[in-house]
């Protein structure tokens, strides 16, 4: 072999070498950024809970629950702009254009949004309604029931299949929480913890159910939206719209609910570093939530959703002295275990189907070959 080959050669070996390896960074950084992703969410959902349910329970002056959803849909909003002006590379004459073309020159496509962006925002009281009269651990139970709604409304307005385990899993889903709501009625038995203001677990469970189906609705219509619109738009701009909306309506509702009040008190009145916290909680959810679902897949965000359950039920033990009973045991457990079936087991996609039939077809056919 002459020198000038064996240096081709070499550069070939190396330029291989160089290729796998960077193959196998990009890998393994995928990988990283999966379960940082998936660490991430299960953080902010279960911090999420048991900040709310604190500031909630907090004895004295009590902040106005409406004044904190304008402040998250604002935050939300003024996000989207930060994300969509870095991508623009901080042009402000094209993200200006850009604004006036996809908000103002499109009145129709904008004002699809005002649907689902009414029914976040009456949701998002709903919860604080819903986590100022239930325990964290009950509440982050019971709101898995979003995934019964979200389920039923894909059905019903997608025209979705679902699996024979998912259908399963949803009977499992809504017998957990109902094991998880229906306590005894002796008080020393009941699964609760210590308060220090007035709450009604029923008004909680009214909060709990509505909010649910407004989640599922919003979430499939919003879906819809997406798929259905002829205008191919980012994920960011949707979300300006929706914080767009979503603050005018969280308007509407402060001065409909705590009007007079905030008038006298003032819009930022009893807030601690504690509101704060699940006001930026909350804006950057949805934010998480997109990582998530480009980084990783229905199994890990199950697991997820399951690690956050018990996550914050071990942490009411200590935060707020949640007594734990056979029944609630029970009833979390089968929520678990629901949600995890939910997520592993989906229908197969009609592609996946015809190309495993394929293949049946084709190992039949082999295997025909061989006994002739």
Known sequence: MSQSQKINSYTVVDFDERKTGSSKQESTMAVNIKYLSLFVLVLQN???????????????DMYFSTTAVVITELMKLCTCLLIILVQMRFDFASFARFLWENIIMLPWD???????A??????????FVAVSNLS?????????????????????????SLSVTQWVSLVILFAGIATVQVQP?????RASEKVNTEQSAMIGLCAVVVS???SGFAGVYFEKILKSSTQQSSVWLRNIQLGLFGTIIGLITMVFKD????????????YTNYVWAVICLQAGGGLIVALVVKYADNILKGFATSVSIIISTVASVYLFQFQINAQF????????VAVYLYSKYPRPKPEAILATSLEQEQEKNIAQGIKS
């Open 259 to 270: 009007g007079p009040n905030v008038m006298e008190k003032g819009f930022f009145f009893a």
């Open 118 to 127: 009414l029914i976040y925002t009456l949701q998002n009281n709903l919860l």
């Open 185 to 189: 009625n002796d008080p020393t038995k």
């Open 136 to 160: 964290a651990a009950t509440f982050q139970v019971s709101y898995q029931l979003k995934i019964l709604t979200t389920a039923l409304f894909s059905v019903i307005m997608l025209r979705r």
């Open 46 to 60: 279960a911090a999420l809970v048991l900040t709310m349910r604190y500031s909630r329970n907090l004895p004295g």
């Open 212 to 214: 649910c189906l407004f």
């Open 110 to 116: 904008t004002l699809k949004l005002a649907v689902p």
């Open 329 to 336: 045991l029970v009833g979390s457990s089968l929520v678990i």
